[in-house]
């Protein structure tokens, strides 16, 4: 526990030493080096999901051909989408609170003196 709480202060103090040198005019390089990281670590995430829903397909698909969706019968074609529709459907209905605005025009309505702050409901 004792560990713990000081390895906190330890990531603690190394991100305000980094926010600090950041924030300097000629703190290009550091910039530089937290972008291609950030960059990379996109990369990697977007590459992940794409092998995750290659790997999906094969496993469901006939002969395990991940663009093989003709194989299928016509019915599946028809009720795989229909199902996709109300899954996501359930989970709107479950988590979704109230009315959502989104787009260029919620974010540019908020700079007004009486609402400075963009919401995130």
């Known amino acids: 526990m004792k560990n713990e709480s000081r390895s906190k202060k330890l990531i603690r103090k190394a991100l305000e030493n980094l926010r600090l040198r950041t924030s300097r005019p000629d ?12 960059g990379l670590m ?18 469901f698909l006939p002969y395990s051909d991940p663009e093989n969706y003709e194989g ?4 599946l074609r028809l009720l795989i989408p229909i199902a996709g529709a109300l899954i996501i459907a ?10 959502h605005t989104v787009g260029v025009s919620h ?4 700079p007004q003196p009486s609402a400075p702050h963009l919401t995130l409901h």
Do not use: C
């Open 27 to 38: 703190a290009l390089i550091q910039l530089a080096v937290l972008s291609v990281i950030a």
């Open 72 to 75: 299928l019968s016509i019915s």
């Open 107 to 110: 974010v540019m309505e908020r």
């Open 42 to 59: 996109t990369g990697m995430v977007i590459v992940s999901f794409r092998f995750l829903i290659e790997a999906v397909q094969t496993s």
């Open 90 to 99: 359930v989970i709107f209905k479950i988590w979704g609170k109230g009315e």
